[in-house]
C-alpha cells in the first residue's frame, strides 16, 4: 500500500510539472476544428439530448475549437490572468459552435493558452471560421452516403485554393467523417499542420450524414 501511495504521488507531481510547462500565450500555431454536426449528432449528441441536434436546427460544419498547438503536442487548461467569459458571451458563439456549452469548454480548455481574453478569443476564433469556405456541396445532401475521406479534404482544397494538402486534416470516429482541422498561424494564416495533427482518415467508406 506505501508503494501505491509514493507511486501516485509522483504521478501527481509529474502531472503538476507538467501543467506547469503551458503558459498561457506560448504557442506555435492554431489548430481549427470543424465538426460535421449531423455526424457528431448521430455519435453522441442524440444521446446527450443536445439542443444542437435538435431536428429545427439546420447545423453542419460547426466550430468544434480553435486549439493553441505546439510543432509536437499542445497547451491545455492554462492558467490567464483574464477573466472567465459571462454566460451572454459563450451564449453569442452557439451560432457558429452548436451550444454555449462548448464555448465554454473551448475557452476553459484552450481559449486559456491563446494569452487572450475570453473576448479576444471568440473573436478570434469566429474570424478563423470566417475565413475558411466550408463546401456548399455537402449541404446539398438528402440522405446519408458512404464517401472516401479523401473526397471531403478535396473539397475543402478545391473551396479554398489557399490551402495545401499538408494544411488540412480529415478525421474520422466510429466510422463516420468526423472533423476537418485546418491548420493557422497566430494571424490566421494557413500554415502546414505539425506532426501529430497530419493524421488523415484513410476509411474508403465513411459515413456522412445530411443536415437534419
Not at 444521446?47 to 497547451?75: I, M
Request: with cysteine; charged share 20%; glycine share 6%.
Amino acid at each position: 500500500m506505501q508503494i501505491v501511495k509514493i507511486l501516485l504521488g509522483m504521478l501527481l507531481l509529474a502531472t503538476s510539472a507538467s501543467a506547469q510547462t503551458h503558459k498561457s500565450g506560448e504557442f506555435d500555431y492554431y489548430v481549427m476544428a470543424l465538426s460535421w454536426s449531423p455526424n457528431w449528432c448521430a455519435i453522441e449528441g442524440d444521446a446527450r439530448k443536445s439542443p444542437q441536434c435538435d431536428y429545427d436546427e439546420d447545423f453542419g460544419w460547426v466550430l468544434h475549437g480553435l486549439w493553441p498547438q505546439y510543432h509536437r503536442g499542445w497547451p491545455e487548461f492554462c492558467n490567464t490572468v483574464h477573466r472567465n467569459p459571462p454566460k451572454s458571451m459563450t451564449h453569442e458563439m452557439a451560432d457558429i459552435m452548436g451550444t454555449s456549452g462548448l464555448a465554454w469548454y473551448q475557452w476553459k480548455k484552450h481559449g486559456r493558452c491563446s494569452g487572450l481574453s475570453a473576448e479576444g478569443y471568440y473573436a478570434l476564433s469566429r474570424e478563423a471560421y470566417e475565413s475558411v469556405t466550408r463546401p456548399a456541396v455537402f449541404r446539398k445532401l438528402d440522405k446519408t452516403i458512404k464517401l472516401p475521406a479523401s473526397v471531403v479534404e478535396d473539397a475543402f482544397l478545391k473551396a479554398n485554393p489557399q490551402l495545401e494538402p499538408d494544411m488540412i486534416t480529415i478525421t474520422c470516429r466510429d466510422s463516420f467523417i468526423q472533423e476537418a482541422r485546418v491548420c493557422l498561424s497566430k494571424d490566421l494564416s494557413p500554415v502546414p499542420c505539425g506532426q501529430g495533427v497530419v493524421r488523415d482518415c484513410s476509411l474508403s467508406n465513411a459515413r456522412f450524414d445530411p443536415v437534419r
